[in-house]
């Protein structure tokens, strides 16, 4: 279990890992043991699958309140200062390695969709 804790689910998992080492204690059965840990691997894979949909949610606001700051949500990134998209993405490396593939067509479609809600009359 990582050290850092995402949710209250997270904390909820550890205690039931803290049990499992009581049991221990008590010299209960080896096939026990084994029950719990394979139990405890079809919840990591679970638990890793919403962690990384936080983290993408994270990621792409992050990229949009990079975007809001320093770029005009009206121009599309082709028009837009280099250095500036070139440091959002340098930002979005930084804080996201995992999706540093992403960072330019994140901000290239953030941008796009400003556009879009502008034209259909939705003010930003």
Same mark, same amino acid.
């Given at each position: ?71 005009? /949500? ?41 556009? /879009? ?8």
């Amino acid at each position: 279990s990582p050290a850092h804790s995402y949710s209250s689910y997270e904390s909820g998992k550890n205690e039931s890992v803290d049990r499992g080492a009581e049991d221990l204690s008590l010299n209960r059965g080896e096939e026990d043991e084994d029950d719990h840990d394979d139990h405890d691997d079809s919840e990591k894979v679970n638990e890793t699958d919403g962690v990384e949909a936080e983290r993408l949610k994270a990621f792409n606001m992050f990229v949009r309140l990079f975007v809001d700051e320093n770029l005009d /949500r009206m121009v599309p990134i082709s028009k837009q200062p280099k250095e500036k998209i070139q440091a959002i993405i340098d930002s979005c490396r930084r804080q996201f390695p995992e999706y540093q593939e992403r960072a330019r067509k994140r901000i290239r479609t953030y941008l796009k969709s400003c556009r /879009r809600m502008k034209r259909s009359g939705f003010e930003m």
